[in-house]
């Protein structure tokens, strides 16, 4: 089934986003790193590692984390394309961890005949410690 494209008319700024929660894997976790090449797994896989590097267990890699936030705004805002995504990572997210993400919509613009959005963005572990804040910018890709 396609999703209807959301019209600029229809965002309104304190608009919600989401919530959504996902729940990284440790394969989700695999096939990040070997699609990114990351070589260096140790804070991803070895629980010792992890330890001996001042974590309580292995992590996700924030890139991978981050990707959930773009495909959050990629499903809420059909038809538009992400601009730009700053992020700030706050605390390391855990594997199996959910993570709760949501945004809100603060400021639309129309600049020369390009319609565009900005948005705060949050991901939150069970615990209630934020893992990443950012924000996002949208255009209309019509």
């Given at each position: 089934m396609q999703a209807t494209p959301?019209?600029?008319s229809d965002i309104e700024i304190g608009d919600e986003i989401g919530p959504v929660t996902r729940v990284p894997t440790t394969e989700m976790v695999k096939r990040y790193a070997e699609a990114a090449g990351i070589r260096d797994l140790h804070f991803f896989f070895d629980p010792e590692q992890a330890?001996?590097?001042g974590l309580e267990r292995p992590i996700v890699p924030g890139p991978l984390t981050a990707g959930f936030l773009a495909?959050?705004?990629k499903d809420h805002f059909v038809g538009w394309q992400v601009r730009a995504l700053q992020t700030t990572f706050r605390t390391p997210a855990r594997h199996g961890e959910p993570l709760h993400l949501w945004g809100t919509v603060t400021e639309k613009t129309?600049?020369?005949g390009v319609p565009t959005v900005h948005c705060d963005?949050?991901?939150e572990?069970?615990?209630g410690d934020r893992?990443?804040?950012g924000t996002a910018t949208l255009?209309?890709?019509g």
């Open positions: 959301k019209l600029f330890r001996q590097n495909q959050m705004l129309d600049q020369d963005l949050v991901a572990n069970e615990r893992v990443i804040v255009s209309w890709r």
